[in-house]
């Protein structure tokens, strides 16, 4: 199959078969793609999702074994103020704001869930300090409410393969869900996020070496669009 159409003239269900292909074709590339976060309780997912904003994984993974043996468990975290939890995650960036909100987090599921991380991913977004996209990652990882959660890399990726026109990240996700069936959309995520980071760079993508270049319609460009910037630190 090769892609030379303008976006524009594609219809929807050749861009569905479209996607669908990108999606294979990566997973080829990529068929031992998995989270890049360490944790063993559904508690540990939901924090370290949260340390991951502006982060990179490996700080991330760095961190939070000290973390989390502190503090092993919702009620833990809920007793302490915030200032006892900066020290563990200080090198992840805007650790202050983080651990005011892990900490509020934690109140919140004490107090409205049994302690325990709700697979829903409405309860989720209902907690402090979670936004729709770490709301999504949590519940695919945890077997809960489908998603297909977007974060800077997909949604470079979305914009670039042709997927959508939008700016907001919950219409992208609208877009990808519309083309991609719900059984796919959480390794959909994850080829995504790691396309996006070994290969479809915000900066200079590597086209050349790109296993769905054929499929592009942007292959070739150079640099994201200046709405799209760089915050990547992967
Ligand atoms: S061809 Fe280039 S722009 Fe298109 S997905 Fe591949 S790396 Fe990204």
Not at 25 to 48: F, K
Not at 59 to 67: E, G, M, Q, S, Y
Not at 191 to 211: I, K, N, Q
């Amino acid at each position: 199959m090769s892609y030379s159409q303008g976006v524009g003239r594609e219809t929807t269900e050749a861009k569905r078969l479209r996607a669908i292909e990108v999606l294979d074709r990566l997973g080829t590339e990529m068929p031992e793609v998995r989270i890049q976060l360490d944790y063993h309780t559904p508690l540990e997912l939901l924090v370290a999702v949260i340390l991951s904003a502006q982060c990179t994984d490996k700080r991330v993974n760095l961190v939070t074994p000290a973390l989390f043996q502190r503090f092993p468990d919702a009620r833990a975290y809920s007793s302490v103020k915030p200032e006892l939890v900066e020290p563990y995650i200080q090198t992840c960036g805007l650790y202050r704001n983080k651990a005011k909100n892990i900490v509020a987090a934690a109140k919140a599921l004490v107090a409205e869930h049994g302690g325990e991380v709700p697979r829903s991913r409405a309860a989720l977004e209902k907690l402090p300090g979670v936004g729709r996209k770490t709301a999504g990652v949590v519940c695919i990882h945890l077997g809960g409410d489908a998603a297909f959660p977007v974060d800077t890399h997909v949604k470079r990726l979305a914009y670039r393969l042709g997927f959508t026109r939008q700016e907001d990240p919950d219409k992208v996700e609208e877009d990808l869900q519309a083309l991609v069936p719900p059984e796919r959309w959480m390794t959909g995520h994850q080829l995504l996020v790691w396309h996006g980071r070994r290969t479809c760079f915000a900066r200079s993508p590597a086209c050349e070496r790109c296993v769905v270049a054929a499929l592009c319609p942007r292959r070739g460009v150079k640099q994201a669009r200046p709405t799209d910037a760089d915050r990547a630190r992967t």
